[in-house]
């Protein structure tokens, strides 16, 4: 038997006595069964991730942890330790006490006597619980993505088609592009801030207003709201295309303008709740329109009253008169909000300036 001295010279502590310390403070559960497969030692770690106590487990078969499914696994992993094999880490599900499975990492070693027969196995295993919840989201977060970019592509295609046909000037041409692909970008990295989850409405509208500039003629009205991705992305590009109109010709080109932006959720017709949205702008002088951007302005047009209303299930109105720009959307809530921040609607209210 091994001795190790204390720093004293006059405590000495067994290698045997060390080795349980190690064994019963570690965070990994460790158990030793005989080649019957039956329990022989249970540390405290063991007792957390399985929920049976030393009492309980002790004499009992190694099977009451492994399902029904994967009892085959146990005879496998007999047979090798037989041989002397080491069974490497590999994953794997336990059954708790309670009935629960949980995801573990398991180790397997063969233990021998003194005189180096193979009398049972130590089995160490590892709560991957986290491990594998943390794969499978970001597995369904890049699939989230692929599907996302995806469409994003198809969207940059039909953008680049469009303003083509409203463009003779190559320069002009990629001046609208670059503008609308940096609005693309700023909803895209709402997203990926909040893994996909969504954005508030208000970050949204700010996040695409703020490259105008002049945000103290910009105020802001409305219920805490958090939009779905296709939300983002699609009042994202409409609100792009309602600032870039502005800053030519409207509120945002000049000082005295004024721009209200308002939401509500109301009954809808059917029964359910929508969401009614409105821009309402007035500017005292509009700088007047060439014939050429009046032909531009078909992409805007078509973004507000075709693809952003029937990508929300929606409708919309566009009004224009001198000094006054009115664009109003109605749609489906469930087609608008993430679901679960939909259902403790309404949680506050926002009223003020777009840069408080």
Same mark, same amino acid.
């Given at each position: 038997?091994?001795?190790?001295?204390?720093?004293?010279?006059?405590?000495?502590?067994? !290698? *045997?006595?060390?080795?349980?310390?190690?064994?019963?403070?570690? &965070?990994?559960?460790?158990?030793?069964?005989?080649?019957?497969?039956?329990?022989?030692?249970?540390?405290?770690?063991?007792?957390?991730?399985?929920?049976?106590?030393?009492? %309980?487990?002790?004499?009992?078969?190694?099977?009451?942890?492994?399902?029904?499914?994967?009892?085959?696994?146990?005879?496998?992993?007999?047979?090798?330790?037989?041989?002397?094999?080491?069974?490497?880490?590999?994953?794997?599900?336990?059954?708790?006490?309670?009935?629960?499975?949980? !995801?573990?990492?398991?180790?397997?070693?063969?233990?021998?006597?003194?005189?180096?027969?193979?009398?049972?196995?130590?089995?160490?295993?590892?709560?991957?619980?986290?491990?594998?919840?943390? %794969?499978?989201?970001?597995?369904?977060?890049?699939?989230?993505?692929?599907?996302?970019?995806?469409?994003? &592509?198809?969207?940059?295609?039909?953008?680049?088609?469009?303003?083509?046909?409203?463009?003779?000037?190559?320069?002009?041409?990629?001046?609208?592009?670059?503008?609308?692909?940096? !609005?693309?970008?700023?909803?895209?990295?709402?997203?990926?801030?909040?893994?996909?989850?969504?954005?508030?409405?208000?970050?949204?509208?700010?996040?695409?207003?703020?490259?105008?500039?002049?945000?103290?003629?910009?105020?802001?009205?409305?219920?805490?709201?958090?939009?779905?991705?296709?939300?983002?992305?699609?009042?994202?590009?409409? &609100?792009? *295309?309602?600032?870039?109109?502005?800053?030519?010709?409207?509120?945002?080109?000049?000082?005295?303008?004024?721009?209200?932006?308002?939401?509500?959720?109301?009954?809808?017709?059917?029964?359910?709740?929508?969401?009614?949205?409105?821009?309402?702008?007035?500017?005292?002088?509009?700088? %007047?329109?060439?014939?050429?951007?009046?032909?531009?302005?078909?992409?805007?047009?078509?973004?507000?009253?075709?693809?952003?209303?029937?990508?929300?299930?929606?409708? !919309?109105?566009? *009004?224009?008169?001198?000094?006054?720009?009115?664009?109003?959307?109605?749609?489906?809530? %469930?087609?608008?909000?993430?679901?679960?921040?939909?259902?403790?609607?309404?949680?506050?209210?926002?009223?003020?300036? &777009?840069?408080?």
């Amino acid at each position: 038997m091994t001795k190790v001295a204390g720093n004293d010279g006059s405590t000495e502590i067994t !290698a *045997e006595t060390r080795l349980a310390a190690i064994v019963d403070s570690s &965070f990994d559960a460790i158990i030793s069964k005989d080649l019957n497969s039956i329990i022989t030692s249970w540390n405290g770690a063991a007792e957390q991730m399985f929920g049976h106590t030393s009492e %309980e487990a002790v004499g009992q078969s190694v099977l009451m942890l492994i399902p029904d499914h994967l009892r085959d696994e146990e005879a496998d992993i007999i047979g090798r330790v037989r041989k002397g094999e080491v069974v490497a880490s590999y994953e794997t599900v336990r059954r708790r006490k309670d009935g629960g499975l949980i !995801a573990v990492s398991l180790t397997v070693s063969p233990i021998r006597n003194r005189a180096g027969e193979i009398i049972g196995a130590s089995k160490i295993a590892r709560d991957i619980t986290s491990t594998k919840e943390s %794969e499978r989201r970001i597995r369904l977060l890049l699939r989230e993505v692929n599907h996302r970019v995806k469409n994003q &592509f198809a969207v940059i295609l039909s953008m680049i088609r469009e303003t083509s046909k409203r463009s003779t000037d190559p320069r002009e041409f990629e001046g609208l592009v670059r503008s609308r692909i940096m !609005a693309l970008s700023r909803s895209h990295d709402l997203l990926v801030n909040s893994e996909w989850a969504g954005a508030s409405l208000f970050d949204l509208i700010q996040e695409q207003l703020k490259s105008f500039g002049h945000e103290e003629q910009v105020s802001l009205s409305g219920p805490l709201l958090t939009l779905q991705p296709n939300a983002v992305h699609n009042l994202g590009m409409a &609100f792009h *295309e309602l600032g870039t109109n502005s800053s030519k010709y409207g509120a945002l080109g000049g000082e005295d303008g004024r721009i209200e932006i308002t939401w509500q959720i109301i009954p809808g017709a059917s029964g359910q709740r929508e969401l009614h949205l409105v821009w309402d702008e007035t500017s005292p002088v509009q700088t %007047e329109e060439s014939p050429e951007d009046s032909a531009r302005k078909g992409f805007g047009t078509v973004v507000l009253q075709r693809v952003a209303p029937q990508s929300l299930n929606g409708a !919309a109105i566009m *009004e224009r008169g001198p000094g006054h720009v009115r664009w109003a959307l109605t749609a489906p809530l %469930e087609s608008i909000i993430v679901p679960q921040i939909g259902a403790e609607m309404p949680v506050a209210d926002i009223n003020r300036a &777009f840069n408080p």
